[in-house]
T-cell receptor, first 113, second 115 residues
Framework: GQQLNQSPQSMFIQEGEDVSMNCTSS?????WLWYKQDPGEGPVLLIA?????ELTSNGRLTAQFGITRKDSFLNISASIPSDVGIYFC?????????????FGKGTLLTVNP | GAVVSQHPSRVICKSGTSVKIECRSL??????MFWYRQFPKQSLMLMAT?????????EQGVEKDKFLINHASLTLSTLTVTSAHPEDSSFYIC???????????FGSGTQLSVL
């Protein structure tokens, strides 16, 4: 089946620094999604990307859908302590009624104040 | 965004008992819901796809008789862990989509601890 490689596995940064993480896939996805998960909670959708080459921002977050449809990155600018959490990329090939997601292994972000 | 409610948030049970977890879409109708399992410091692993009015589709390696799924209405899917054992202890998360919204929204998860 499809697999996503997400990197880095973890990051330790100082408040105010920018962060970048990415996902690559062995095959094509039609949609890329980025989620954040806090401990003991379900993932919360941050950004959804639907078109190859698309660059989308949500506040301090920016994500891009790679031209090849096999990769995506997420940037966080001017990090703050509440950015701490696990960030997951997810690929989706929607068709008919199937919206099944394939998740990356996550990037654990720690922000030191 | 759309709201998906999951209950209970935490359950502790004895080995051999059954546990039911509910997933509700509060402000939209969900023809499809998904159940995931997540072990500590790991990613979400899809267990099954729950379809309203029909049988669930299970991923390879997931026992359908062990993890019973019922999607009786457009707003409710339930996952029952039957005869739970300590190795079933995990974080279970549901997600839901609607016909008009391809984005998947997640419940807040259920931490199951089997003693």
């Amino acid at each position: 089946g499809q697999q996503l490689n997400q990197s880095p596995q973890s990051m330790f940064i100082q408040e105010g620094e920018d962060v970048s993480m990415n996902c690559t896939s062995s095959s094509i996805f039609n949609t890329w999604l980025w989620y954040k998960q806090d401990p003991g909670e379900g993932p919360v959708l941050l950004i959804a990307l639907y078109k190859a080459g698309e660059l989308t921002s949500n506040g301090r977050l920016t994500a891009q859908f790679g031209i090849t449809r096999k990769d995506s990155f997420l940037n966080i600018s001017a990090s703050i302590p509440s950015d701490v959490g696990i960030y997951f990329c997810a690929g989706q090939n929607s068709g008919g009624s199937n919206y099944k997601l394939t998740f990356g292994k996550g990037t654990l972000l720690t922000v030191n104040p | 965004g759309a709201v998906v409610s999951q209950h209970p948030s935490r359950v502790i049970c004895k080995s051999g008992t059954s546990v039911k977890i509910e997933c509700r879409s509060l402000d939209f109708q969900a023809t499809t819901m998904f159940w995931y399992r997540q072990f500590p410091k790991q990613s979400l692993m899809l267990m099954a796809t729950s379809n309203e009015g029909s049988k669930a589709t299970y991923e390879q390696g997931v026992e359908k008789d062990k993890f019973l799924i019922n999607h009786a209405s457009l707003t409710l899917s339930t996952l029952t862990v039957t005869s739970a054992h300590p190795e079933d202890s995990s974080f279970y998360i549901c997600s839901a989509d609607s016909d008009s919204n391809e984005k998947l929204f997640f419940g807040s998860g259920t931490q199951l601890s089997v003693l």
